[in-house]
């Protein structure tokens, strides 16, 4: 088993940035894919970024070039740094991981990932 726990999520002003952190507990041998998705509220939940066991990552289109995925394996923590936010990234932010992903079209798929996090709220205003 796997626990994950969110923190740093907060209020910002459109243009501002925010820094999550995602802590892994347990069987960390379980979490060689690591992403980050969100959902808004009546949206579907979907995949913002992935980072894998080789530090290889994956973005949505639409956080391309203003979010970075990393990881710092010694802490067993997942970051997601968030810049020049907008009005539209206000979702909820949940941190996922799971062992293995059979098709790299899956990577931001929430039904590939076996293990969640409670998610952290990110409001973004105008």
């Known amino acids: 088993q796997v626990q994950l726990v969110e923190s740093g999520g907060g209020s910002v002003q459109s243009g501002g940035s925010l820094r999550l952190s995602c802590v892994a507990y347990?069987?960390?041998?379980?979490?060689?894919?690591m992403a980050w998705f969100r959902q808004a509220p009546g949206k579907e939940r979907e995949g913002v970024a992935v980072?894998?066991?080789?530090?290889?990552?994956n973005y949505a289109d639409s956080v391309k070039g203003r979010f970075t995925i990393s990881l710092d394996n010694a802490k067993n923590t997942l970051y997601l740094q968030m810049n020049s936010l907008k009005p539209e990234d206000t979702a909820m932010y949940y941190c996922?991981?799971?062992?293995?992903?059979?098709?790299?079209?899956?990577?931001?798929?929430?039904?590939?990932?076996?293990?969640w996090g409670q998610g952290t709220q990110v409001t973004v205003s105008s």
């Open positions: 996922a991981a799971t062992p293995h992903v059979s098709l790299y079209r899956l990577l931001l798929q929430a039904s590939s990932y076996n293990y």
């Open positions: 980072i894998d066991s080789d530090s290889r990552t």
């Open positions: 347990g069987h960390t041998y379980s979490t060689n894919y």
